[in-house]
């Protein structure tokens, strides 16, 4: 990262989709060739990649907009995987209307997960910007596929799938990325009776070497704005003190700011990057409602290890309001590094 403010802001990874690309995502498979889909695709990151610069983020994500809820996509590029009946398919939505899959045969992705030609189109598309790739974790991907009946319990498939996460990253950093994170909300309900030992050494295996690149995002899950777990961050501490990463990316306003205290030990060993941007609510911070949070937080992480973001990804609200979150992130941070 080249000439960051203190204070730095970025957002977690997604974006809101724009309106057009919710109609073109709904006739995609039988209206448009591969051509049209690039097409699409690209216009809709131009755009994401577009309102952060127009707010003035400071570290700019390409919006994930080449995915749904930030990992489903990549199931499709996974070998050894067949789709599981959705136990509900009515009503509102919710995470039981996932795709879940099941493993027939060895679980790989022979042409990797679409994640390095994500990185060279941002880096393409924001040329001089600060950028980060962000992706799904071991434990969010273990979360959505049974082991049989290829695998005889979990643990070898998550082998396998950290395998395949540790290639991408590898991969990333060849082509040069400077600024991974690995999204974990899986850490906050941990599949399969998995100890947060157990956890965090999962996430470790894919980050192990690369602590000055990589940061891990930990939240409580955003499928329509709704959590998927019990939103206390205490509970986890074991897990994230163990973690090899150079940056904790934590969800707090949607939680009322809770918990900061556990910031004191986590900042000395890592930067933190602190959620002040409540995406779960429809309210629009003010940049002084932002900036109030921010002093919270300041009052535990030293300003230096400071980085300034939202709880989670935009995708689960429209784009007018994320545009609006976003530009108060950035005002916010402002005030407050004025004060400094």
């Known amino acids: 990262m080249k000439n960051l403010p203190i204070l730095p802001t970025m957002g977690v990874g997604s974006y809101a989709i724009p309106g057009w690309m919710h109609l073109f995502r709904q006739h995609m498979r039988e209206a448009a060739a591969p ?13 994401a990649i577009a309102d952060q610069v127009e707010a003035g983020i400071d570290i700019v994500s390409d919006g994930e907009l080449r995915r749904q809820r930030f990992v489903y996509e990549m199931y499709d590029r996974i070998s050894g995987i067949a789709r599981q009946q959705r136990p509900r398919k009515l009503g509102v939505p ?9 493993a027939t045969e060895k679980v790989s992705a022979p042409d990797g997960l679409g994640l390095v030609k994500e990185y060279e189109d941002l880096a393409r598309l924001a040329p001089g910007r600060n950028i980060k790739i962000a992706f799904p974790g071991p434990l969010t991907f273990a ?18 799938i950290i395998v395949m ?12 990325a400077d600024f991974i994170q690995i999204d974990e909300p899986g850490l906050t309900f941990v599949p399969e009776r998995r100890s947060l030992d157990e956890a965090a ?3 470790n295996q894919v980050t192990r070497g690369l602590v000055e690149h990589t940061a891990v995002h930990v939240c409580f899950g955003n499928n329509a704005s709704r959590p998927s777990s019990p939103r206390g961050m205490r509970r986890l501490m074991g ?10 990316v934590l969800e707090f306003a949607n939680r009322e700011m809770a918990e900061l205290d556990i910031l004191a030990p986590l900042s000395e060993r890592y930067n933190i990057a602190a959620g002040v941007v409540d995406v779960k609510s429809f309210h ?22 400071l980085t300034i973001t939202a709880d989670c990804g935009f995708s689960a609200i429209p784009r007018w309001l994320a545009r609006s979150k976003t530009e108060a992130m950035v005002a916010g941070a402002k005030v407050v590094r004025g004060e400094l």
């Open 35 to 47: 051509m049209d889909v690039d097409e699409a695709f690209e216009d809709a990151t131009r755009l």
């Open 94 to 102: 919710g995470y039981d209307m996932a795709p879940h899959f099941y």
């Open 143 to 160: 979360s959505n596929i049974l082991p049989g009946p290829h695998y005889p319990s979990v643990e070898p498939l998550m082998d396998d």
């Open 284 to 305: 629009e911070e003010s940049a002084e409602d932002v900036a109030v949070r921010i002093r919270e937080v300041l009052r535990y992480v030293p300003a230096d290890k």
């Open 201 to 203: 050494n999962c996430i």
């Open 239 to 248: 897990a994230m003190e163990q973690l090899e990463t150079g940056m904790l």
């Open 165 to 176: 996460l540790r290639r991408e990253v590898e991969a990333l950093r060849l082509a040069g």
